[in-house]
């Protein structure tokens, strides 16, 4: 069974650092594509950052371009964003999803691709 765990959310001031983490289980990094998503109160789920299948390639929103990278580690169990220089506009739930289907990978943001999705961990940028 697939599943997905994050964890690494918490309270950081603006300026400040964290890393998320979204263990895997059940399947292989090599065959799935994994994404970051985020919901701030009030508004719809948004695309933050994906990493395709096998880690090949990357993207991200153009709010956090620069900010944020992603990255899988060598044992392909774990998909890290790391974000520097938060913003209150950060603040959200983040969540992590993994898709078993492929994609056109220019629309790596959109929610329909994926189909397993984490139960979230809330970021929260402030002074």
């Known amino acids: 069974q697939l599943q997905l765990v994050e964890s690494g959310g918490g309270l950081v001031q603006p300026g400040g650092s964290l890393r998320l983490s979204c263990a895997v289980s059940?399947?292989?990094?090599?065959?799935?594509?994994i994404a970051w998503f985020r919901q701030a109160p009030g508004k719809e789920r948004e695309g933050v950052s994906w990493?395709?299948?096998?880690?090949?390639?990357?993207d991200y929103a153009g709010s956090v371009k620069g900010r944020f990278t992603i990255s899988t580690d060598n044992a392909k169990t774990t998909v890290s964003l790391q974000m520097n220089s938060l913003k209150p506009e950060d603040t959200a739930v983040y969540y992590c999803?993994?898709?078993?289907?492929?994609?056109?990978?220019?629309?790596?943001?959109?929610?329909?691709?994926?189909?397993?999705w984490g139960q979230g961990t809330q970021v929260t940028v402030s002074s």
């Open positions: 999803a993994a898709a078993t289907s492929s994609f056109w990978n220019v629309l790596w943001y959109r929610k329909s691709n994926y189909n397993y």
């Open positions: 059940g399947f292989t990094l090599d065959y799935y594509a």
């Open positions: 990493i395709s299948r096998r880690g090949l390639s990357t």
